[in-house]
């Protein structure tokens, strides 16, 4: 029974066809009680008025008794007819089937005692009635016993009245009973209908609705809406499939706005990518390029690809040190000390983890020339993305590009310089040091010819004074000669201070010590041979003039970007006068300070000695694309 009402409970088909099915029944059960109830009250009526008839065929006999004692003419055989008739009626079927077809025990009993009296007390009377009629017995005779008939008889008609009432009684319970089970089927019915009914609203009409509803809403593209009926039944396994279709579409639309999102992110990726090379490129190819170009570039850069900081460090041309030079937070914790290996290492991408952060080291270079690292700075737990490190990549090969054209320009026009440099010395060699060995040998020729004896003391301080000033001039000479001979190649200013400073210690007992702290190439090519020549004068001055044993030469520039060159040596001071006659380095190197905007300081030690003070931001403090006109 359970696997059936399990059914009844998975399919409204079956519950509707049940529901049919009890209906009918209910009104084949109504029909069939109406029809058996007619059946089995079959001839009731007529056994009541048949009852009804022995009450008055028995009022018959005792009228006919009455008028025969009364004289009247009332022969035996009408009476004996009567009391036949009475019996006749009585035996009738109608009458016995309507006593024995029921289980009533009362009628039974009211009709056995009707029988019984009439067999035993008013049949034998009419019988011994008709007996004393035949045989003349006398009318008193008769009158006693039609007397007792009429005292008999209104018993015998009381039974009969029970009689007619039982089977009365008994006909209304069978349509009572009837009546009862058709509103038992009536209300049964309406039950089942009303239960049909309700369970059309609840499991058909509402689930329908609210399926409606929920298309109509999905139709609008609301892709939450669910479906309330999920139950066993056929609409229940409908709504279930409409949620799921309803999860699988929000799920394929979730999937689908995520993909748009991400390609979304990617094409802003993209776009931001290319439009900061574009702003980039663009910066690294207009002059000049300061430290805070640089910084913003590089905050540029750090706010694309969103980290915490990026430092960019240029390597010394030993290749071993770095200096920073630009960065757009904070300084990497690595910077603190002078270990710069750990980030050039081997000029490859590398990644480094020192105390909370994380370290991405991006190579400068172009054409396989490392010119320094760029360093990524992002948080502990936070790995780059492929498109971080491209993108970096690229750029650093963008900055290493721009850095190589510069220095390959510089040392173009470097080369330029010292190749111009090299022509004027060697026309000052051909023309202005052969007239001044000319005139050395004429005037020790003059001197040769004039006798001492001849001159007066003023023409014989005049000639000395000449060749004074011959050998101070070809002594100049050599010294400028030098000078445009001084060679300057890719190594810069640090090399060509080294070269100058070892010849100044060969040709004198001067103890010179160099103390170079500017990094990289934060000077142009004229500034770095004003610079040059200036050292090489204040050392001329030194040597010649300030009768000293020590000198020492110092390079830095400070936060602002300025340089700092102190040049200073222990020797006897400079006179108060330093601006006077014969003091032509002196002028020369206020010309160069001059030439690069610089101020110059020349004043005496307060101990010592002298020391010469040049001050001066350069024009262009980082690597650029161009410069101004190269000076002589």
Known sequence: MKPLFGFF??????????????ITVLAVAGMASAVFIARISY?????????????????????????????????????????????????????????TGVNNQSLQRIYSLVESRWR??????IKAFIQEIETGTSAASLDRTSRNFHTLI?????????????????????????????????????????????????????????????????????????????GPDELGRLGQAFNTMAIQLSRIYEDLEQRVEEK???????????????????????????????????????????????????????????????????????????????????????????????????????????????????????????????????????????IGVTRRVNQRRRLALLDERSVIARELHDSLAQSLSYLKIQVARLSILIKPDDVSAKVAEVIAELEEGLDASYRQLRELLTTFRLKMDENGLTAALNETVEGFRERSSLTINLD??????????????????????????????????????????????KVIIDIEDDGIGIPPQADRTHHYGLAIMRERASSLNAKIQIEPRSEKGTRVRLQFLPKNDQPNLSQDAVEI
Not at 120 to 125: C, E, G, M, N
Not at 284 to 306: G, H, N, Q
Request: include cysteine.
């Open 9 to 22: 409970n998975h399919t409204l088909l079956a519950r509707a066809g049940l529901a049919m099915g009890v």
């Open 43 to 99: 001839g009731e009526a007529s056994a009541v008025n048949i009852a009804g008839s022995l009450r008055m065929q028995s009022y018959r006999i005792a009228t006919a008794l009455e008028a025969r004692r009364n004289g009247d003419f009332i022969t035996s055989k009408d009476i004996e007819d009567l009391s036949d008739e009475f019996e006749s009626r009585f035996n009738d079927p109608l009458l016995t089937g309507a006593v």
């Open 120 to 125: 035993l007390a008013v049949s034998p009377l």
């Open 154 to 230: 209104k018993s015998f008609v009381n039974d009969i009245d029970k009689l007619v009432y039982q089977l009365e009684e008994t006909a209304e319970s069978r349509i009572h009973l009837l009546g009862l089970m058709q509103s038992i089927s009536l209300l049964l019915t309406l039950m089942v209908a009303a239960a049909t009914l309700y369970l059309m609203q609840t499991d058909i009409v509402s689930p329908l609705r609210d399926l409606l509803s929920s298309a109509e809403k999905a139709g609008e593209g609301d892709l939450s809406v669910r479906v309330g009926h999920t």
């Open 264 to 402: 979304t992110q990617e094409l802003t990726q993209r776009n931001n990518s290319l439009e900061l090379l574009y702003d980039i490129s663009r910066g690294l190819t207009k002059a000049p390029i300061s430290e805070p170009i640089y910084r913003k570039m590089l905050s540029d850069i750090a706010k694309v690809v969103d980290v915490k900081s990026i430092t960019l460090c240029l390597l010394d041309h030993d290749s071993r040190h770095a200096h920073r030079l630009a960065n757009s937070g904070t300084i990497p914790p690595m910077c603190e000390t002078a270990n710069c290996e750990i980030c050039i290492d081997d000029g490859k991408q590398r990644k480094l983890i020192i105390g909370d952060s994380n370290i991405l080291s991006i190579p400068v270079n172009d054409q396989e020339q490392q010119y320094g690292v760029l360093l990524i700075e992002y948080e502990i737990g936070k790995s780059m993305e492929s498109w971080q490190t491209h993108l970096l990549n690229t750029l650093g090969r963008h900055i290493g590009i721009a």
């Open 516 to 561: 170079n702290r500017i990094s990289g190439d934060p000077l142009s090519v004229n500034e770095e041979i004003h610079i040059l020549q200036i050292v090489r004068e204040a050392l001329s001055n030194i040597t010649y003039h300030a009768k000293a044993t020590k000198a020492e030469i110092r390079l830095s520039q400070n936060a602002d970007g």
